[in-house]
């Protein structure tokens, strides 16, 4: 999309320009409040606490109570819907392919034109034997072989401790 490197490097810069000044403020913000509760030196590992008892503090803002705005399935709709905006890229989840457990969701992805482009997994939900945390891996990369194409197979992991059966999966914003 950028075409050059240097453009890459400007976008990155002008960004950096921009957003650094709003980062330091908030910075010394949670500094402050720390402080307030007696914390000499704010570490990494304090951020996420202080942020969100900042975030409670200027806006009356709890992570919780957004949950319920972030339903699994809003999420992944809203996923699509940015990368059909961004990149005219359609997603249509289809029951025809193999598929290696009956939690994953399968996805033909098309360009405008209909072309398919790839197939994409989604695998969110825990079970035994699956590794924990959120990755992204393919299964087989785009090639051609005597002219003929073959597709990407993308796959979209992670947990996601709520069971759908029982209960709707919420997400932080974060």
């Known amino acids: ?47 996420a606490f202080y942020s969100e008892k900042l975030k409670k503090q200027l806006f009356d803002l709890e992570e919780e109570k957004l949950k319920p705005y972030f339903r699994l399935e809003n999420v992944v709709e809203g996923v699509f819907e940015i990368a059909n905006k961004l990149y005219d890229l359609h997603f249509e989840e289809v029951q025809t392919i193999d598929k290696y457990h009956a939690d994953v969701r399968t996805y033909m992805v098309t360009q405008k034109n209909k072309e398919l482009v790839a197939v994409f997994y989604t695998d969110f939900f825990p079970r035994k034997g699956k590794r924990n945390g959120a990755w992204m891996t393919s299964y087989k990369s785009l090639w051609k072989k005597d002219e003929r194409s073959f597709l990407v197979r993308l796959f979209l992991l992670f947990v996601i401790s709520q069971n759908p059966q029982t209960k709707p999966s919420l997400l932080t914003f974060t």
Do not use: C, T, Y
Request: glycine share 4%; hydrophobic share 40%.
């Open 1 to 47: 999309m950028a075409e050059k490197p240097e453009k890459v490097l400007a976008f990155l810069n002008e960004m950096l320009s921009k957003a650094k000044p709003a980062a330091e403020k908030e910075f010394r913000q949670l500094e402050s409040l720390a402080k307030n509760e007696g914390i000499d030196e704010l570490h990494k590992w304090d951020g």
